[in-house]
């Protein structure tokens, strides 16, 4: 069993920041790439930012230059700093990561979601 939690997401202006976190917990016997995903109302789930397990990234355009993935690999967490947001960055973002069992080949796992709510 493979849990994903997320935390620091909330209200802020734009402009301002915010950091999100997620730990992977669980059977966990390695993890490959981890990642952040968001989803608007009404719109599909879009890739954020992605970093591999030996520490490349890659971010969709529109949030190059603000926002910055990075993860620990001895505490299985993988955090998103946001800076300047803007209103449309509006959305539940979404923890992602690629992990194996001791028990079960490697498979996407899905956090709970937080919401992010930017404010003009």
């Known amino acids: 069993q493979v849990q994903l939690v997320e935390s620091g997401g909330g209200l802020v202006q734009a402009g301002g920041s915010l950091r999100l976190s997620c730990v992977a917990s669980?059977?966990?016997?390695?993890?490959?790439?981890m990642g952040w995903y968001r989803q608007a109302p009404g719109k599909q789930r879009e890739l954020v930012a992605v970093?591999?397990?030996?520490?490349?990234?890659n971010y969709a355009d529109s949030v190059k230059g603000r926002f910055t993935i990075s993860r620990d690999n001895a505490k299985n967490t993988v955090s998103l700093q946001m800076n300047s947001l803007k209103p449309e960055d509006t959305a539940v973002y979404y923890c992602?990561?690629?992990?194996?069992?001791?028990?079960?080949?490697?498979?996407?796992?899905w956090g709970q979601g937080t919401q992010v709510t930017v404010s003009s």
């Open positions: 992602n990561a690629h992990i194996g069992t001791i028990v079960s080949r490697t498979t996407f796992y």
């Open positions: 970093i591999t397990s030996g520490g490349s990234t």
């Open positions: 669980g059977s966990i016997f390695s993890i490959n790439a």
